[in-house]
C-alpha cells in the first residue's frame, strides 16, 4: 500500500500558476504509475493527468493539455502536477493516486491508492 499526501492547493485568480505536489511513502513508488483526478462540487471524479512509473510517458486530459505539467522525482519520492493560465472551470478537490503498475490508465478504478485531496479555487 502506498500512502498519499497532496499539498499546494489554494485560491488564486484566473491566468494563475500553482503546483500541487504529492508525497508518497513506499519502496515501490518508482515503478508505480501515478495521476491526478479532480472532483467539482456536484460532479463525477474526472482524470487529469497521468506519469508512468519511468517518468517518460504522461497523458492529459484534453481540457488541461498545454496548461498542465505532470512530473516526478523519484528521489524525493513526489509527483507534482504544474497548473498554468488556471481558469474557473479547474475549481476542483484535486486527488493524487497510485497505480500499483508501471504504466498509466485514465480509468479512475483502476488506482488503488488515493491521497486525501487539496482543494484549487480559481476566481474570475
Known amino acids: 500500500q502506498v500512502q498519499l499526501v497532496e499539498s499546494g492547493g489554494g485560491l488564486v485568480q484566473a491566468g494563475d500558476s500553482l503546483r500541487l505536489s504529492c508525497a508518497a511513502s513506499?519502496?515501490?513508488?518508482?515503478?508505480?504509475?501515478m495521476a491526478w483526478f479532480r472532483q467539482a462540487p456536484g460532479k463525477e471524479r474526472d482524470f487529469v493527468a497521468a506519469?508512468?512509473?519511468?517518468?517518460?510517458?504522461?497523458d492529459y486530459a484534453d481540457s488541461v493539455k498545454g496548461r498542465f505539467t505532470i512530473s516526478r522525482s523519484i528521489t524525493r519520492n513526489t509527483v507534482y502536477l504544474q497548473m498554468n493560465s488556471l481558469k474557473p472551470e479547474d475549481t476542483a478537490v484535486y486527488y493524487c493516486?497510485?497505480?500499483?503498475?508501471?504504466?498509466?490508465?485514465?480509468?479512475?478504478?483502476?488506482?488503488?491508492?488515493w491521497g486525501q485531496g487539496t482543494q484549487v479555487t480559481v476566481s474570475s
Open positions: 493516486a497510485a497505480r500499483r503498475v508501471g504504466w498509466t490508465s485514465l480509468l479512475l478504478n483502476e488506482y488503488a491508492d
Open positions: 506519469i508512468s512509473g519511468s517518468g517518460i510517458s504522461t
Open positions: 513506499g519502496r515501490a513508488f518508482s515503478s508505480y504509475a
